[in-house]
């Protein structure tokens, strides 16, 4: 069983910065790539960014020079750093490990950028 833990999010201001963080924990699993998705009100889930073992990454178009992934291999852990965040950002922040078998899901945290 994999369990994902994210912590970070909250409410800023338009312009400002927030991070947020996963970690996966558990046993007999081997991760190739974590990542973000989120979904806002009414729109469907979207991916935000990406990271594989070997450090490539992947973002969506809406985030571009705004958001950084970074990696942790030995912690299986993962950050988005967000900046000059839009009021369009906000929705629920999902992270997410793929493994060769299976994807693991996290709860979701909530970030709301103001206008």
């Known amino acids: 069983q994999v369990q994902l833990v994210e912590s970070g999010g909250g409410l800023v201001q338009a312009g400002g910065s927030l991070r947020v963080s996963c970690v996966a924990s558990?046993?007999?699993?081997?991760?190739?790539?974590m990542g973000w998705y989120r979904q806002a009100p009414g729109k469907q889930r979207e991916l935000v960014a990406f990271i594989t073992i070997r450090g490539s990454t992947n973002y969506a178009d809406s985030v571009k020079g705004r958001f950084t992934i970074a990696g942790d291999n030995a912690k299986n852990a993962v950050t988005l750093q967000m900046n000059s965040l839009k009021p369009e950002d906000t929705a629920v922040y999902y992270c997410v490990a793929v493994s060769p078998f299976d994807t693991y899901w996290g709860q979701g945290t909530q970030v709301t950028v103001s206008s």
């Open positions: 558990g046993s007999g699993f081997s991760i190739s790539a």
